[in-house]
């Protein structure tokens, strides 16, 4: 269990016993039978002995007997309330108790969880909560699926690896690393090939051999319709195309197919554009094949506190900054959208989701927002 954090659950987990697995005290005090409680003024009770968590009474509590309890010990026999240590007057053996509502204060034998039932379905990300609900039942190993593996490329001569010397027309390489956070993010296994030239036998050599190492073989840059954009060509030698080209803004220039045994994605070049692929496209790919049962995150609605401009024909997804005010959500753009503009995806907490028939959004409109999300 110690290395389960982020992993799928491969299984469901079912309770070997009820938790708690007897009535127990939710507080330090005193337990008394219900037939004690005064229905009035108070009672005096003898105090028969001390339980602490972890130990069993050994008698059976009687009429006109209190028991000291500490929290989480066991319900003794003969008793089904508990009056907390700091509304009751303790005199030598003696303590005084007053009216309580039957019952207060126990935690009942499988009030958490009942034996045999499942306590986690397969299919969960499992959280530090999720652990430790599971070893509270005293299992120590799950089975988890496979992390998928993913090999991760940049192509074009035109980027330089960060912390090179960057020559005149060149850019840095951030694509690669922006993916790279997002794959383990997700819970991918990442196998980083670097950065491929603009040359078709060396591309070619390489995605063969991304592909006979990985799962998902996962590019960016190269699947545009310019002279050395080669990754789709190479793509059509070396395996299938499925689709390439969606009508959405950014992100158009995604190829998707496969190399033998592995999928394949070609994500844009322009940094927006392939963050924004990623999460709409791969990023569900990926869940699926770890075997989680939740693949896309929620959406809701928030009214747009600008006018957006969009044409038809097309899904867009606008950077936002989201927030809640006066009752509601609104939402407003981060900006400049251009595709390049990577800093809008720092700036925002969310994507505003236009649909293909939805043309200029006046303010005050209503529209879909889908908040950048960690895990979920």
Known sequence: MTRALARVLAGDVQAPFDVPPADNSAVDGYAVGSADIPSAGTRALDVVGDLAAGAVFAGTLRPGQALRIMTGAPMPPGADTVYPQEVVQRDGHRVSIGPIAKGANVRMRGEDVEAGGIVIERGTVLRPQ????????????????????????????????????????????????????????????????????????????????????????????GVSVGVYDLVKDVLAELGTIDFWQVAMQPGRPLAFGRIGPATFFGLPGNPVASLLAFMLFVRPALGKLA???????????????????????????????????????????????????????????CLIVLDEARGDVAAGEMVEVEPFTEAF
């Open 291 to 349: 075997g989680r049962r939740r693949l896309f995150p929620p959406t809701w609605q928030a009214r747009a506190m600008e006018r957006l401009t969009k044409k038809t024909g097309r899904r867009e997804f606008k950077r936002g900054v989201l927030a809640f005010r006066d009752g509601g959500w609104e939402v407003r753009s981060t900006g400049p959208q251009g595709s390049g503009i990577l800093s809008s995806m720092v700036a925002g907490n």
């Open 130 to 221: 999720e652990i430790g609900l599971i070893t509270s039942l005293g299992i120590w190993q799950v089975e988890v699926h496979r992390r998928p593996r993913v090999a991760l490329l940049s192509t074009g001569d035109e980027v330089a690896e960060p912390g090179t010397p960057r020559r005149p027309g060149q850019i840095y390489d951030a694509n690669r690393f922006t993916l790279r956070g997002s794959i383990e993010q997700c819970g991918g296994e990442v196998l980083d090939l670097g950065i491929v030239p603009d040359v078709r036998d060396v591309l070619s050599a390489r995605l063969a051999e991304a592909a006979s190492m990985a799962d998902v073989v996962l590019t960016s840059g």
